[in-house]
């Protein structure tokens, strides 16, 4: 996909196979049937309280036959007189899963990146320019808005990225920021797996030893967009995609979910013992209003119920029940590991020495701190806090750049996930203010599967109900 200020004659894409042992020949041409994207800009949507209308034009074309684990460059553009194409780009087509299976899989991961404060961006770039990834997941909060300034601060930021997202698949989720006119320049810029039903919004697919699923936490937080059918719509898929992915652990070990807003939290209410509104709203999907809508001046992270549910749509209980190994999120502007959790308890470790060794629950990680304008910058030599978690929250393990006060600065992280084998996961976290890895953690799953299985006295807060 790409982005013109104007509609061209044509859409064209051009790419040819990059090897030392295959000669590249000529490139070839691939045409989409040509049709203006953005309806809503087109018909004029207004922006920022504005008069202003901008109208751009969304390019679509899907390459078709490539020959998987080859690179390939390409360029787009229309070849009309007058016209004209990109740069040259570059990209490794999915590799097999034999191959992978030789090797690993190897993902980045972050959320909660804008045009502004971007500081992982060239540690991100220097990062795929020297290593080989297969993928980058962005669990929400892109650019700060797509939809600012008519749209061109999404245009910026687009630009920010595209070293990184020209040259391997961007894999996003939608979050907070992207809920302007009812998420479409989230739905327009973007075109991820089984776009043509769900419009990016929520999504899953095959890689090597993992299936990986992208759901969107928005739909519990926005009623003036997403009614209970939306809601129900996508908790019955998630089900059942879940589903279908724990029977199929013999070719697929892993499973790999990214969203928004997070479950669990760095610090639990004192009194309740529980997290906040927000993060119980996500956990366990009560349909819910935050910020000005739902009262609130001050914080849009302040949120409260907007239907009497004690869990409409619990998530969490389909992690457990289905058996998700990992869990990234994003929205709170810190990197946070938490141990195995499943409704605000951790279970006994398998292995007193190692709690991620046969995990007993999903393990979660919020990593929100790819780097936005509402991160602060901190005073040279001072550190960011960082280290152990409240007592008040016993799943968590560790964090970096929660709360910064006085001189401090957030922490700017992002993550790796590398998938070794079908028992082995390594993730760790980069600092671009440490300028060092400040966390790693080793998944060691021995029997991967539903962890209800393990425990047949937990019945999911959904089922209970029924009994």
């Known amino acids: 996909m790409w982005q013109t200020e104007v509609p061209t004659n044509l859409s064209v894409v051009e790419y040819g196979l990059v090897s030392p042992t295959v000669s590249a020949g000529s490139p070839r041409r691939v045409l989409s049937e040509h049709a203006p994207r953005f309806p809503e800009l087109t018909s004029g949507v207004q922006y ?65 990146m804008g045009d502004r404060h971007g500081l992982t961006i060239p540690d991100v770039e220097e990062d795929i320019a020297n290593n080989f990834y297969d993928g980058l997941l962005h669990c929400g909060d892109l650019a700060y808005d797509l939809a600012s300034a008519l749209g ?19 894999m996003v989720s939608p979050g907070n920021h992207e809920a302007h006119y009812n998420f479409s320049n989230f739905r327009q810029r973007f075109s991820m797996p089984m776009a043509d039903k769900y419009e990016s919004m929520y999504y899953s697919f095959d890689i090597g030893p993992a299936h990986i699923v992208s759901y969107n936490t928005e739909v519990f937080f926005w009623p003036q967009y997403f009614d209970e059918g939306l809601m129900k719509a996508q908790f019955e898929w998630l089900d059942q ?8 652990r013999d070719e697929r070990p892993w499973i790999i979910v990214m969203g928004h807003r997070p479950m669990y939290c760095l610090v639990a209410d004192r009194t309740t013992g529980q997290c906040d509104h927000e993060h119980e709203a996500s956990r366990r999907g009560i349909p819910s209003g935050c910020g000005r809508a739902a009262g609130f001046e001050d914080d849009e992270h302040l ?53 991620y060794y046969a995990p007993k629950a999903p393990v979660h990680i919020t990593t929100g701190s790819g780097g936005n304008p509402e991160m602060p910058y901190g005073a040279p030599g001072v550190e960011p806090p960082h280290g152990g978690c409240s007592t008040w929250s016993p799943w968590c393990a560790y964090y970096s750049g929660y709360f910064p006060h006085g001189d401090q600065g957030a922490d700017f992280t992002y993550s790796h996930v590398i998938v070794h084998n079908s028992t082995h996961l390594q993730f760790s976290q980069w600092s671009s203010i440490f300028r060092k890895w400040i966390d790693e953690i080793w998944i060691v799953q021995p029997k991967h599967g539903s962890f209800a299985a393990n425990e047949e006295e937990v019945v999911p807060l959904h089922l209970r109900a029924e009994q």
Request: net charge negative; aromatic share 12%; proline share 6%.
């Open 48 to 112: 920022n309280n504005t008069n202003q209308n901008r109208n751009t034009t969304v390019h679509k074309v899907i390459l078709e036959g490539l020959k998987q684990g080859a690179y390939y460059t390409y360029r787009v553009g229309d070849p009309s007189p007058g016209a004209g194409f990109s740069g040259a780009f570059f990209f490794t087509a999915m590799r097999t899963q034999e191959a992978i299976a030789d090797d690993a899989l190897r993902l980045i991961s972050y959320c909660d």
């Open 152 to 170: 061109v601060t999404g245009d910026n930021w687009l630009r920010d990225i595209e070293p990184i997202a020209a040259n391997l698949p961007y």
């Open 241 to 248: 995609d879940l589903k279908a992915a724990n029977a199929n």
């Open 303 to 355: 949120c409260s119920p907007t239907a009497d549910s004690l869990g409409t749509y619990p998530v969490e209980d389909l992690f457990y029940q289905h058996g998700v190994d990992l869990a990234i999120f994003g929205h709170v502007h810190d990197y946070e590991r938490f141990l195995p959790v499943y409704n605000e308890s951790v279970p006994e470790a398998t292995d007193a020495s190692n709690p």
